[in-house]
Nanobody, 125 residues
Framework: QVQLVESGGGLVQTGDSLRLSCAAS?????????MGWFRQAPGKEREFVAG????????DYLSSVKGRFTIARDNAKNTVYLQMNSLKPEDTAVYYC?????????????????WGQGTQVTVSS
């Protein structure tokens, strides 16, 4: 069983930055597990934000966050990060960390087996 614990959310203003962290424990070796960040705003579907392969060599992003968000991981610490810069009110959501089944990095929530409890990010205008 994999446990994922997110941290780092908060209330910020437009243009500010935040860094989310997700600490993983249990389950298979973290360094071979693809990881993703998703978000869900009130009344909206959960959407893929960013993903990273087990080695960190491949990343993928939602088009609206490219150039502003960066996903990274530290396999020695079993932790994945989401650096969010130039935040906008439309980035407001609960952000979830998730670990993926399988080998190929994907963007669909159904491909992710374990989820954290989420951390709230609120960007005021």
């Amino acid at each position: 069983q994999v446990q994922l614990v997110e941290s780092g959310g908060g209330l910020v203003q437009t243009g500010d930055s935040l860094r989310l962290s997700c600490a993983a424990s249990g389950g298979r070796t973290f360094s071979i597990t693809n990881m993703g960040w998703f978000r869900q705003a009130p009344g909206k579907e959960r959407e893929f934000v960013a993903g990273i392969s087990g080695s960190g060599g491949r990343t993928d992003y939602l088009s609206s966050v490219k150039g502003r968000f960066t996903i990274a991981r530290d396999n020695a610490k079993n932790t994945v990060y989401l650096q969010m810069n130039s935040l906008k009110p439309e980035d407001t959501a609960v952000y979830y960390c998730a670990s993926q089944r399988g080998i190929l990095l994907t963007t669909t929530p159904e491909s992710y087996a374990y989820w954290g409890q989420g951390t709230q990010v609120t960007v005021s205008s």
